[in-house]
């Protein structure tokens, strides 16, 4: 976290277990997440990868309250959360929108739960849906939009209600590249804008040095902050795409470098269990 950057978001020594059970019948736990400590800023983009099944999902599960640690805390603005909350929007890898819904009446959908009334809803969805470029598409069905649209009316939707911070998992996996790269950059645009806290989980290196202020290298599983890497890319000229960067190439490699053996101990690990 940037010095003199108030904490938004606190983890502090989480550990979570599961329950599950082993071949002769008998349960036991397995231990996703261990002694996994992190703070957010307020305002900040931060994005945690780690290699498949570490537990980043999980770490954002109990960030949005869906589920408790088993043991440790995780505080937002210094009170403990425990349970979900209008402060926390969540975007999943799914869009997760109503079918029988359009675009507006999507993003209506959770104003309508907080009680907002119904001319200030509407108002509210069209400003949102302009806000990640869909003026013109409100009277859609998520059938007649695109997935990089659907996964627009998402953010919008999450977005609506005015949550302090965005909790974000995989939204953008399902996209081909284009659509991927064009979404990430429109992410930045809503992030600026809005000053949103936002914890972004992926499994792309790229996508993690593009998007974050930070990036968090997890461990394999059991799964805990290997090391925070700051990002800082270049502006560049109008048009200049940071990708194309020294910095960008020189910031890639080492959050590649740090997840390399975690990579080849997880898979180590699966054929262990697998042959166990």
Not at 68 to 90: F, H, K, N, Q, Y
Not at 113 to 130: D, F, I, K, T
Request: glycine share 12%; hydrophobic share 40%.
């Amino acid at each position: 976290m940037e010095a003199g950057r108030t904490a938004k978001l606190v983890v502090a020594g989480v550990r979570k277990e599961f329950p599950t059970r082993g071949r002769d019948g008998g349960r036991r736990p397995v231990t996703a997440l261990d002694g996994v400590d992190l703070t957010v800023g307020a305002g900040e983009f931060l994005v945690v990868v780690g290699p498949s099944g570490c537990g980043k999902s999980t770490l954002l599960d109990l960030l949005a309250g869906l589920t408790a640690p088993t043991s440790g805390r995780i505080l937002l603005d210094g009170s403990p959360v425990t349970g979900p909350g209008l402060d926390r929007g969540i975007v999943f890898q799914q869009y997760a929108l109503l079918p029988w819904r359009t675009a507006q009446g999507n993003v209506e959908f959770g104003l309508e739960a907080v009680g907002v009334p119904r001319r200030r809803r509407a108002a509210l969805a069209r400003e949102y849906l302009a806000l990640v470029g869909l003026s013109g598409f409100e009277g859609r069905h998520p059938h007649e939009l695109s997935g990089g649209m659907r996964q627009r009316v998402a953010i919008a939707r999450s977005l609506a209600y005015d949550p302090e911070v965005l909790l974000m998992d995989e939204p953008f996996a399902a996209l081909d590249a284009q659509t991927r790269e064009s979404l990430q950059d429109e992410l930045l645009g809503i992030w600026r804008r809005t000053g949103k806290t936002i914890v972004f989980i992926t499994h792309g290196i790229d996508e993690a040095v593009r998007l974050g202020q930070r990036v968090a290298v997890m461990t394999s599983r059991p799964g805990r902050i290997k090391e925070v890497v700051p990002i800082a890319l270049p502006a560049g000229p109008e048009g200049g795409d940071p990708r194309s960067s020294p910095e960008f190439a020189q910031h890639r490699h080492r959050v590649w470098t740090l997840l390399h053996d975690e990579v080849s101990r997880a898979q180590r690990q699966e054929r262990q269990e697998v042959t166990a």
